[in-house]
């Protein structure tokens, strides 16, 4: 359907409080979302993570140790 949605490489933050995942898009384009565990389902917004202008896309492979950094693969957009 038009409203389908394909998401991958979910990963826990190391303190278990938050996950994040990558929404593919069409162009092969992945974008990542960070939502909180501890806050019920229902009250879930999944917040989209901001690229750098040049970058079109973010792979998110793992968490720094703290928790406060992702590690990934970035992606620039050659159009600009």
């Given amino acids: ?3 389908e949605r394909d998401f991958i490489a979910p990963d826990w933050s190391p303190d ?21 565990t501890g806050k019920k389902w229902r009250e879930q917004t999944p917040q989209k993570l901001i690229l750098p202008e040049k970058y079109k896309s973010f792979i998110v492979r ?6 406060e950094k992702l590690l990934g693969v970035l992606t620039s957009d050659e159009n600009k």
Avoid: C, H, M, Q
């Avoid at 278990?16 to 909180?36: Q, S």
């Avoid at 793992?62 to 928790?67: L, Q, R, T, V």
């Fill in 1 to 3: 359907s038009a409203n």
């Fill in 16 to 36: 278990g409080k938050r996950l994040v995942f990558n929404e593919i898009l069409d162009d092969d384009t992945y974008i990542p979302f960070l939502i909180e």
């Fill in 62 to 67: 793992d968490w720094s140790k703290d928790g």
